[in-house]
């Protein structure tokens, strides 16, 4: 007989369920009122969307936050896999546990601090050496990488630690020089790691309001900064497309992500059972 | 030496002084921090022996084999293997392999890759490599197998996958750590009669390391015991059960019955007076002995008799006990034997008569009975 279910659990599910999700619905709904004031129903119409691509300063907004973000995932996943393998690896370093600390900090610094020191920061370069000159897509670029990379390097750590030592070993007891085990042997077995830590790099950066405020200069607006100052001038019906457009995308992202993750753990337990360290 | 000496010694180097050991470790120590895993160890291991470590977890059996296999540098002492001195030779370029207590099969390649791995490296030519693999992986029956990933194989399926990518270098040493410890008893059994065929085909020289004794007394041929990363004992499988050194020895190898006393002496033998028996017991003569000196006798389970009747034999000891418990195996019975003073005795009896007219049982009063000379003199 199946267990009967507690009506009261199912209820407060529905209603954190109702909280998370009516106001994307209700976005999503109006983001297809023909009505050009936005709490007015004027009937079907994909007119906002019409706009929305042939607005160029959303384009041109979206082009430098899909740039910065690949930049940003790309050199946080190679910065943050080096850091992972310092951690995991080196045995035993002087300072090794302020490093792991100091690694992770960025997870838990707020980003208005983040934001504001990298200001401090390239304010000081600039007018110590002359770089950078003026602030825009290699400042904001930059900062970001500052923080995605810790995610990776944490993401990293826990893959490496799951994997265990004994594989590179056995390579380099057949023969393997350290830099082969490397090639052969750790980044194949990382790669799943490296792909879920980009993708979270990617989104990290996608993302980010605060930090990229602080940093970007005058005519490099990311999608985010471009949404804020427009929702400060009045609500406009094609932000909502747009919004809708974002959540389409984060959905996509976040489903093959959780696809990857899960795979990653198969595996991980697969290898793990395999190494004996479970 | 004479030449019938010369053979006797061929299939035994150790016992021959001027026989040159393969591997010879020298004073070798490691430490990790404050704790020390391996202390002076010293060792002797001559070509085509399969030599165990046997020892407890943590007696540093295994850290003397990574320091074999290169994973650990000693903190003093030598390694040489073959004459060459190790201590500067990386793990890659050492002439040695490894199976690893887990396998440590790369989950990424399939069985034939895993097998190729070592011999790519060596830049072996292709063909040589794919024939050498097939003839490998023919030998631990697996040919058929070759295209699989190393999770849809067996557990014994994995360790034979691992045996043939750790020989199929033809390694002068091959180092093997607990290398039957993941599987089931009965395929423990067969793999080590195979390990056995295979170490004597090749004729490579084996390092095992394992905490179980029966499984170092069926495959070596000599056997180091370890503890407290020290070598407490080494010797073939005979010596070390029969004549262990130490009470640990006598206690971590096999089962054993022990009397603690003082030597006290009698016309031309010694005995033992142990508080707790009213009787001297017999010591057996070989043993260097002082009077008054604290010692315990001890005696093998299956090295005692039991009978309903007494013996009369006075060239055995023989005590009257009565049985608290038995266990019937099949093959053996194992029996507990309470005798004087509280003193409790394990006792194994071939079960040699399937219809025997009157089995001993629970509370039967029983006559047990041993040879001085099958009891072995142990200090602690």
Redesign the interface.
């Known amino acids: 007989m199946p267990k009967k279910r507690s009506t009261f659990l199912l209820s407060v599910l529905c209603f954190g369920m109702a909280f998370l999700y009516i106001p994307m619905f209700l976005l999503i709904v109006y983001s297809f009122n023909y009505s050009k004031i936005v709490s007015v129903w004027g009937g079907l119409s994909t007119r906002w969307y019409t706009s929305l691509f042939e607005s160029e300063e959303i384009w041109s907004a979206l082009m430098l936050s899909l740039k910065i973000a690949i930049v940003n995932a790309t050199f946080a996943t190679l910065l943050g896999t080096l850091a992972g393998l310092a951690l995991a690896r080196f045995r035993y370093f002087r300072g090794r546990t302020l490093f792991t600390g100091m690694i992770s900090a960025p997870l838990v610094m707020p980003e208005v601090i983040t934001g504001l020191s990298l200001l401090l920061l390239f304010i000081t370069l600039g007018d110590l050496i002359g770089w950078p000159e003026k602030r825009g897509i290699t400042t904001i670029t930059i900062a970001h990488i500052t923080f995605s990379l810790a995610y990776v390097a944490v993401i990293i750590e826990s893959r490496l630690s799951g994997i265990g030592e004994?594989?590179e070993?056995?390579?380099?007891?057949?023969?393997?020089?350290?830099l082969?085990v490397m090639m052969?042997?750790t980044l194949?077995?990382l790669a799943p790691g490296m792909l879920a830590g980009w993708l979270l790099a990617f989104t990290l950066s996608l993302d980010d309001l605060v930090i990229a405020s602080f940093v970007s200069g005058p005519g490099s607006s990311t999608l985010p900064m471009l949404i804020y100052s427009r929702v400060k001038l009045g609500l406009k019906p094609d932000i909502n497309a747009l919004a809708t457009m974002i959540i389409l995308a984060v959905a996509i992202g976040v489903l093959i992500a959780g696809w990857i993750l899960i795979r990653q753990q198969k595996?991980r337990q697969?290898?793990a059972?395999?190494?004996?360290?479970e | 030496m004479p030449s019938q000496e010369r053979d006797a010694f061929l299939d035994r180097p150790w016992k021959d002084s001027t026989a040159e050991p393969f591997i010879r470790i020298e004073g070798v120590t490691k430490r990790f921090g404050t704790f020390t895993a391996v202390e002076a160890v010293s060792l002797d291991i001559y070509k085509g022996e399969l030599f165990s470590l046997l020892g407890g977890s943590g007696c540093g059996k295994t850290t003397l084999l990574r320091m074999l296999?290169?994973?650990e540098e000693p903190t003093a002492g030598h390694i040489y293997i073959d004459g060459v001195d190790m201590i500067d030779v990386?793990?890659?370029?050492r002439p040695?392999?490894?199976m690893?207590?887990?396998?440590?099969?790369?989950?990424?390649m399939s069985v034939e890759d895993n097998v190729a791995?070592?011999l790519k490296?060596?830049g072996v030519s292709k063909a040589e490599i794919s024939q050498r693999v097939a003839d490998m992986l023919s030998m631990v029956e697996l040919l058929e197998l070759q295209k699989r990933k190393?999770?849809q194989l067996s557990g014994g399926q994995?360790q034979r996958v691992a045996l043939a990518?750790a020989l199929v270098?033809r390694p002068k040493l091959l180092l093997l750590d607990e290398p039957l410890a993941?599987l089931d008893k009965r395929l423990r059994e067969q793999t080590q009669f195979e390990l056995m065929n295979i170490q004597d085909q090749l004729g490579v020289t084996f390092i095992v390391v394992t905490h179980d004794q029966e499984e170092a007394m069926t495959l070596s041929t000599r056997i180091a015991v370890m503890d407290h990363g020290q070598i407490i004992q080494v010797g073939e499988p005979s010596e070390v059960y029969e004549r262990p050194q130490t009470k640990d020895i006598a206690n971590f190898i096999g089962t054993i019955n022990m009397f603690d006393g003082e030597v006290m002496s009698s016309n031309d033998s010694f005995l033992l007076r142990c508080p707790k028996i009213s009787k001297p017991l017999k010591l057996p003569s070989q043993a260097e002995l002082n009077i008054g000196q604290q010692v315990t006798l001890a005696i093998r389970p299956e090295k005692i008799k039991m009978t309903l009747e007494d013996p009369h034999d006075s060239l055995q000891i023989t005590l009257r006990g009565e049985v608290l418990e038995f266990a019937y195996m099949g093959n053996i019975s194992i029996y507990r034997v309470k005798i004087e003073g509280e003193v409790v005795l394990q006792i194994t009896i071939p079960n040699l008569d399937r219809m025997a007219e009157r089995k001993i049982e629970w509370d039967d009063q029983v006559f047990i009975s041993w040879h001085p000379e099958n009891s072995l003199v142990l200090r602690d």
Do not use: C, W
């Open positions: 004994t594989l070993e056995a390579a380099l007891d057949l023969g393997a020089k350290p082969r052969d042997i194949p077995l595996q697969r290898d059972q395999l190494a004996g360290t | 296999a290169g994973f990386p793990a890659y370029a040695v392999n490894m690893f207590q887990s396998y440590a099969l790369f989950p990424h791995y070592g490296r060596d190393p999770h994995r990518r270098k993941a």
